[in-house]
């Protein structure tokens, strides 16, 4: 006589975790001896490619971004008719994507500080705010902070400032640049004093940088 022994299904639907914005591999999930497997969501996310794969991955709805959290569960139909469907299951917390915004470009003159009132960071764990030059932060961790130019990036005449945002549990970075254009101030020479004779002419040997005008005024004379 040959007794058949099947194996009854023995599932893991893996460790709680945590989700971020997107798609996210549930790599952790284990089953052996089952004819089929089905996951479902208690929330309003997808599984891909399917839900019917032993490591699908899952894209978290609307609704599980809302709440913060949803829970997984991996069920194992039997090889035979004569057991029953083995159920497990996992939590996990959900994290929106961080969002960064480091506003639009600006112009300053080079005396000046600038406070970054455009930007805006959401569902971050922390900011940092970086310069492509040497200039001076307030506080780079603040969403609005103040950068004060260095002398180098006002003969360079213009700066990157990049917010960047470092997400919460798996979530990625994100980041933004904005251009800081930084316009030197104009300087003027009228020259040196001289004396001429009636009726003479003289070329004026005045000099003037970082200007969009001139302008002469005579008094006297």
Known sequence: TRITINKTATISAGVDGVFCEGSNPISTA???DYASLEWISSGDGIFLPNNTVENPSYTPGPDDLS???VNLTLTATPLTSCQTDVVDDADFTVYKAPVAYA???QTIC???AIT???ATAENEASILWTSSGTGSWND???QNPIYTPS???ITNESVTLTMTLQGEG?????ADSMVLNIVKKPTASAGLDVSICQGEQIIIDATVQNYASISWIKSGG
Do not use: H, K, R, W
């Open 103 to 105: 506003g639009s470009d």
């Open 170 to 174: 798996v979530c990625p970075t994100d």
């Open 110 to 112: 080079e005396d000046d």
């Open 30 to 32: 284990t089953a052996v």
């Open 67 to 69: 709440l913060g959290t």
């Open 140 to 142: 780079p961790t603040l």
């Open 116 to 118: 970054i009132s455009q």
């Open 151 to 153: 002398n180098q990036d």
